[in-house]
């Protein structure tokens, strides 16, 4: 986030070897029900040769397949085939890897006195509609601090209420069925970084791997 323009979008990168994998269409176009566990995780993919942000939005069990396929989404809509920011991928540790949690303790200064606080979320009668001005729109991945845990988010909207007072987000979360403007502190709304991508060294994996989800419990969230 900057001081000017938080929440800026990325560019897509062509697909390089080693990226990951994309579901091939037999696959994908099996007889039969699939089974679909919906949850939100923040990771990074493998696409263009290095490492993105991007939110994994659904786990998929093809039917007869022993293989997971996950949906995940990288960027804003496109404008048009070939430009799509989003994809269905075979389920790879190495090349789909998540994006830890903030593990730091809260801030010793007020208003957190070393206990953490969930963002402070603006009512809509102040902070307007949501992406009304096309400038104030974005696509930006985040954590966020709610509900006395963080969530991993998508923003959608940034805008400055009035002159002095601080940038606002509306994000959403829950696996899009929570949605609010907050205080875009840098605290509890925590953007994720894009910068070059890290060297593939086993010191840079995440020390917690994604892992598909507990076939005993399709519909159990983490």
């Known amino acids: 986030m900057t ?17 990951a994998e994309r579901a091939p269409r037999e696959l994908m176009s099996l007889p039969g029900a699939s089974r679909d566990v919906r949850r ?9 040769g290095r490492w993105r942000p991007a939110m994994l939005t659904v786990w998929r069990r093809p ?28 389920f790879d540790r190495g ?49 966020l601090r709610a509900d006395d845990t963080w969530r991993p988010v998508l923003v959608t ?20 069925k929570a949605a609010a403007w907050v205080v875009a502190d840098g605290v509890t709304l925590r953007p994720l970084p894009r910068s ?6 086993e010191a840079d994996m995440p020390a917690a791997p994604v892992a598909p989800p507990a076939p005993a419990t399709p519909g159990k969230s983490a």
Not at 41 to 47: K, T
């Open 3 to 19: 001081s000017a323009v938080p929440f800026s979008s990325p560019a897509r990168s062509p697909e390089r070897p080693g990226d």
């Open 40 to 48: 939100w995780r923040l990771v990074e993919i493998r696409l263009g």
């Open 63 to 90: 039917p007869g397949s022993a293989v997971w396929v996950v949906h995940v989404t990288w960027g804003p809509e496109g404008a048009g085939p070939g430009a799509e920011s989003w994809g269905w991928f075979l």
């Open 95 to 143: 090349r789909i890897r998540p994006v830890p949690a903030p593990a730091d303790p809260a801030p010793a200064i007020a208003p957190y006195s070393g206990t953490w606080r969930d963002a402070v979320r603006v009512p809509g009668e102040l902070a307007g509609p949501a992406g009304t001005d096309p400038g104030e729109r974005c696509w930006r991945l985040a954590w």
């Open 157 to 176: 909207a940034r805008r400055r209420p009035g002159p002095g007072l601080p940038w606002i987000a509306h994000a959403r979360w829950g696996e899009d």
């Open 196 to 201: 070059e991508p890290a060297a593939d060294t």
